[in-house]
């Protein structure tokens, strides 16, 4: 007796090949039970999230630079008046060379002519002249004076 040879049947995938990934490390989905958890997000919140913290964080540099740019227009603005109360002081009247660092002061006369002066506006005891004060001032190692005190109604723009 001869064994009759066993007939191979071919085998038949259940699965559709339609439905299976020749890459599935590319899928946005899990393609099997032991895969990694994936929650579909909420666009509309991550968009949101995103948003305040791009706002928080350019209003935050935005107000970095405001505060800086205040500082720059404070010291141009001191810079100006250290310039416009050095034109006043240098077409003034003054017996005496003034020195770097030394405090003087800015008055003005009744027939208009400045005067700088060594005294100042508290020390001119009995012999007090008939001047205006109108700042005390330090003269600067770049020539230009710094104003310490002004009166107020001393107008720079005069």
Do not use: C
Not at 1 to 23: A, G, R, W
Not at 133 to 154: Q, R, Y
Request: aromatic content about 10%.
């Amino acid at each position: 007796m001869k064994k009759k040879k066993e007939e191979k049947i071919p085998f038949e995938n259940p699965i559709d090949p339609d439905k299976v990934s020749e890459t599935p490390h590319s899928l946005e989905y899990g393609h099997h039970a032991g895969s990694a958890l994936i929650k579909p997000e909420d666009q509309g919140k991550l968009k949101s999230r995103a948003l305040n913290a791009m706002d928080h964080q350019t209003d935050m540099q935005l107000g970095q630079i405001y505060e800086q740019m205040k500082l720059l227009a404070s010291q141009a603005q001191k810079l100006n008046d250290r310039k416009k109360i050095s034109e006043f002081i240098y077409q003034a009247e003054s017996r005496f060379e003034p020195f770097i660092n030394h405090i003087y002061h800015l008055y003005q006369r009744e027939n208009g002519i400045y005067l700088l002066s060594l005294i100042g506006p508290n020390q001119w005891g009995k012999s007090k002249k008939d001047f205006r004060f109108l700042a005390s001032v330090k003269l600067l190692a770049d020539h230009t004076w710094d104003i310490i005190e002004k009166s107020e109604d001393f107008n720079l723009n005069e």
